[in-house]
């Protein structure tokens, strides 16, 4: 264990306070409230920190018996990416169902809502809204995260996202600057590069950013993206012209900016943790986000020292760390008072019907069907072709539709199938040859049963587009739901989208399915 930093002076209080931090299992670990009690202001949680929203409560309780005004962070956008309902599918769809809604104060009450339900758990800073324009159709870890491909849309709807969650009394954190939407390349696990011009990274890209701010937002969070008409050589996170230059100084945001987290491959692997988050903070970065991967003492007293170092060392002037810190807990004030503002009413919380959850209004809103079919009234076979999860969506959520469908047509059974082996090379079969690969697991499993193919994203994966060309050769009366970015043209009888795989989605296409819409 390292020693370099006192646990009294102020400038090891300012490197424990601009870090956040998480920490393994579902109670508060003594470590963690130590440094609390040592000046650490913010603490991140996961998926494996929660259970329910009573142990969170609980959990949410304990850190601020030990300091009242500890940021608790969480990665809570909805719809695919959701910690607080991590075993069971979100109760709201995400970003990209909203968008093709289009009603921004049906997205605002959403947010409210979403707000007012961590607010009851203890959390105070969301690290949401994405602001991204998915301007790439290929994009493997936004796509649904996205409201859309239309800067104005995604602007006005983040704007309202922002002021739908913060009236619940949750900081918001609009995510990722200066823009993820037009990458091939998950920043999880390599540095992306967008090849564009200014022009249009400022009429496409910082248009949402800009209404985000205009909103009031709360806080930023940076991606670790290489963007080489504002900087050739840092990625975004270490870049003092981007997080200086560009967001404080030209779009006038004066609160905290939160770097994505540090263990990602896009700054670990180029620049390493400690050295990355160094840079950060030397570049405009106010807190440093770790702990998706990194979770444990060890790594926030490295992270720590490598502060004090680079301060005693020259590499990082005492002013702007104490800038950072100030800024943190600036925040932190805030999320404290505002936490026994009331919450939201019951416009907020219901439908169009009494009683009515606002999350299942706005998934069946988002539903689109091409095509016409009969109800089914005979319990169908449920096929999920599932690729792989990135990472920000993770694989301990279930997705999909057939537990929905099992409710409303008993009887239901269902399979996932994955890629084969040779994956565009021959997975299914056309029409007058006989199915091949997983077109030939899910009939043989289906027997006389109708099929449901559940797909994510099939225009990105050759191996479904084919899959579901043999099945619908071999069963023209197949079912398919698109669960992800809907590009590819529509197939199925009917073709069902849902714009997202949150568990609303998934019963509100499963409604479609059982004629019970």
Same mark, same amino acid.
């Given at each position: 264990m390292t020693t370099l930093a006192s646990s009294t002076d102020?400038?090891?209080?300012?490197?424990?306070?601009?870090?956040?931090?998480?920490?393994?299992?579902?109670?508060?670990?003594?470590?963690?409230?130590?440094?609390?009690?040592?000046?650490?202001?913010?603490?991140?949680?996961?998926?494996?920190?929660?259970?329910?929203?009573?142990?969170?409560?609980?959990?949410?309780?304990?850190?601020?018996?030990?300091?009242?005004?500890?940021?608790?962070?969480?990665?809570?956008?909805?719809?695919?990416?959701?910690r607080l309902e991590v075993r069971h599918g979100s109760s709201f769809p995400g970003n990209y169902a909203l968008g093709i809604v289009d009603d921004p104060e049906l997205t605002r009450s959403v947010a409210r809502e979403l707000g007012r339900r961590l607010a009851e758990c203890g959390v105070n800073l969301n690290w949401a809204p994405s602001a991204d324009v998915n301007s790439n159709r290929d994009n493997p870890v936004i796509?649904?995260?996205?409201?859309g491909v239309r800067p104005e849309l995604?602007?006005?709807?983040?704007?309202?996202?922002?002021?739908?969650?913060?009236?619940?009394?949750?900081?918001?954190?609009?995510?990722?600057?200066?823009?993820?939407?037009?990458?091939?390349?998950?920043?999880?696990?390599?540095?992306?590069?967008?090849?564009?011009?200014?022009?249009?990274?400022?009429?496409?890209?910082?248009?949402?950013?800009?209404?985000?701010?205009?909103?009031?937002?709360?806080?930023?969070?940076?991606?670790?993206?290489?963007?080489?008409?504002?900087?050739?050589?840092?990625?975004?996170?270490?870049?003092?012209?981007?997080?200086?230059?560009?967001l404080r100084e030209e779009l006038g945001f004066q609160g905290p900016i939160i770097t994505d987290g540090m263990e990602m491959a896009a700054i670990a692997s180029a620049y390493g943790v400690e050295r990355g988050s160094v840079?950060?903070?030397a570049a405009g970065a106010d807190a440093i986000c770790v702990g998706g991967g990194l979770a444990d003492e060890e790594t926030v007293l490295r992270l720590r020292d490598a502060l004090v170092t680079a301060v005693r060392a020259g590499e990082l002037s005492e002013e702007r760390l104490a800038d950072a810190a100030a800024r943190v807990r600036?925040?932190?004030?805030?999320?404290?008072?505002?936490?026994?503002?009331? *919450?939201? %009413? @019951?416009? #907020?919380?219901? +439908? &169009? /019907?009494?009683?009515? =959850?606002?999350?299942? $209004?706005? !998934?069946?809103?988002a539903v689109h069907v091409t095509g016409t079919a009969a109800p089914l009234t005979r319990a169908p076979y449920v096929a999920a072709l599932s690729?792989?999860?990135?990472?920000?969506?993770?694989?301990?959520?279930?997705?999909?539709?057939?537990?929905?469908?099992?409710?409303?047509?008993?009887?239901?059974?269902?399979?996932?199938?994955?890629a084969?082996?040779?994956? *565009?090379? %021959? @997975?299914? #079969?056309?029409? +007058? &040859? /006989?199915?091949?690969? =997983?077109?030939?697991? $899910?009939? !043989?499993?289906?027997?006389?049963?109708?099929?449901?193919?559940v797909v994510r994203d099939a225009h990105r994966h050759p191996w479904i587009a084919e899959t579901l060309d043999a099945l619908l050769a071999a069963r023209p009366g197949t079912v398919v739901v698109e669960m992800g970015v809907n590009e590819a043209e529509p197939k199925g009888a009917p073709h069902i989208a849902t714009y997202g795989a949150a568990r609303v989605c998934g019963r509100a296409a499963a409604e479609i399915i059982a004629g019970r819409s």
């Open positions: 102020q400038l090891t209080r300012d490197a424990l306070a601009v870090l956040q931090p998480g920490f393994l299992g579902t109670t508060a670990p003594d470590w963690l409230l130590r440094r609390l009690g040592e000046g650490l202001s913010s603490v991140g949680l996961f998926g494996r920190n929660v259970d329910s929203p009573e142990q969170l409560a609980a959990l949410t309780e304990r850190l601020r018996a030990e300091r009242d005004d500890v940021l608790v962070a969480i990665d809570e956008e909805g719809g695919d990416v959701t796509g649904v995260r996205s409201f995604v602007a006005r709807h983040t704007a309202a996202y922002v002021e739908g969650l913060q009236s619940a009394g949750v900081a918001a954190c609009t995510k990722h600057f200066p823009g993820h939407g037009d990458t091939a390349v998950d920043s999880h696990l390599a540095i992306p590069r967008i090849d564009v011009d200014l022009d249009t990274v400022h009429a496409r890209d910082l248009l949402p950013f800009r209404a985000a701010i205009a909103a009031g937002s709360k806080s930023v969070m940076s991606a670790h993206i290489l963007l080489p008409a504002l900087d050739p050589d840092r990625p975004a996170t270490l870049s003092r012209r981007i997080l200086g230059g560009l840079l950060a903070i600036g925040l932190a004030d805030w999320a404290l008072r505002a936490r026994g503002a009331s *919450g939201p %009413g @019951a416009d #907020a919380r219901e +439908g &169009t /019907a009494p009683g009515t =959850p606002i999350g299942l $209004v706005a !998934a069946r809103r690729p792989v999860a990135n990472i920000a969506v993770g694989d301990e959520t279930p997705w999909g539709l057939a537990a929905e469908l099992a409710r409303l047509l008993p009887g239901t059974r269902s399979g996932t199938y994955g084969p082996s040779d994956a *565009g090379a %021959g @997975a299914g #079969a056309g029409a +007058g &040859t /006989a199915a091949a690969g =997983p077109a030939a697991e $899910v009939l !043989a499993a289906a027997g006389d049963r109708t099929v449901v193919a």
